[in-house]
DNA sequence: TGCATTACAGACCGATTGGTCAAGAATAGA
DNA sequence: TCTATTCTTGACCAATCGGTCTGTAATGCA
């Protein structure tokens, strides 16, 4: 975030790693049931070093966002496309990732899906950065897709990652509500049969 | 709420319109992103009426989710299970309601799939209610995919209910974050290929 | 050793939060 | 008409909210 030599007084914490605790925080609870004094609970910062370094609640919240689309999305993103994994079991990775992190009493979902039922409606720039997300996934899963299936069209392959992206989001935002995963695990081979 | 002729003086609004203005706010912004003197506006009561009418803030929150099952999670059920339209049409109009609503500039979604997001994994309670929910639907998804294929076992019902639940709490939650909706569409033909 | 610059700790700020209370008004039944 | 009961209004409450400011400590450079 800053010059590692420049002139003052060094800064005592790492920005990444305060930004994830940060991130870890609205992704839990989402925007308003987020409080300054949790942040610094959390980070164990002072308001004012919060502020010199992310700016204000508004801004660390979407640097937070920024943060999961840089390690999470893009993660996710580089797995889809991994020519070393059989197309089909890198889809079915994707698919089955909200269920094995909630089988393992995860429930905080997916922080992309969080945010677009929390703050896309209310602030544009979180809105921007929710429909990146979206569009990051949604053109990844076209690389697999295409494997599977080398006669479909640029068309079939959008409207098919497109219809897994949705699954995918959908079962995160189940498995948030605490339901029986199990029933949802099946689901993914009949979807995998419909794309293929 | 109370009996028409008890003692004491009348009521001066209605409850259930009431509840409704509050389950509305609640919807779009989620539970800690309203105010109680947003609830005060947009009824136009006071806190003190709220609070003998409802309760607290929270059991606000728990009486618009149970507002939102008995209208419109009931009345979602209820056209799924219609006889008298095409089992096919029917899923239909239940995965294309999310696009339809986005498309006419409705972006608040689904109560259930926002409060899933929002508070189930905060509050037992709302955890408890969204499941209802989320049970409610998957097992009236189940009576169109049975007339679609009669061959299908209890449990692949079951398995394809769940599917297209999470598919329509994908787009959903997507269409909070205004993608371009047009690009779902498609996606709803493919999948009701895959069930049938 | 100074000086400019930055970061830290924590006091401090007005505004708003969810929630309560007291007083008066409206009703039903006696 | 009186009384018991309930509702409405608006003042009131402590606590917390997001955010700022001040004084001091730590650094690089001259």
């Known amino acids: 975030m800053r010059d590692r030599s420049s002139p003052g007084r060094p800064r005592e914490f790492d ?10 925080l609205f992704w839990k609870q989402g925007f308003e049931g987020v409080s300054l004094s949790q942040i610094m609970a959390a980070t164990g910062l002072q308001k004012a070093s919060l502020y010199a370094a992310f700016g204000d609640k ?31 079991d890198r889809i079915r990775a994707f698919l089955t990732a909200p269920i094995a992190a909630a089988e393992n009493q995860d429930r905080s979902g997916c922080f992309l899906c969080n945010a677009s039922a929390d703050q ?10 929710v429909q990146r997300g979206f569009t ?25 990652a497109h219809m897994l992206l949705g699954l995918y989001s959908g079962f995160r935002i189940m498995a948030r509500s605490g339901v029986d995963v199990g029933k949802l695990r099946p689901g993914v081979e009949v979807a995998l049969q419909a794309v293929r």
Chains 1, 2 share one sequence.
């Open 136 to 160: 990051a996934l949604a053109s990844a899963l076209e690389t697999p897709l295409a494997e599977l299936n080398h006669a479909l069209s640029r068309a079939d392959l959008e409207t098919r």
């Open 15 to 24: 920005d990444t790693e305060a930004l994830r605790k940060i991130m870890t």
């Open 120 to 129: 896309a409606g209310l602030d544009v720039q979180t809105e921007a950065q």
């Open 58 to 88: 508004r801004s660390m919240y979407l640097k937070a966002l920024e943060q999961y689309h840089a390690e999470t999305v893009t993660g996710a993103a580089r797995a889809l496309k991994d020519p070393g994994v059989l197309a089909t």
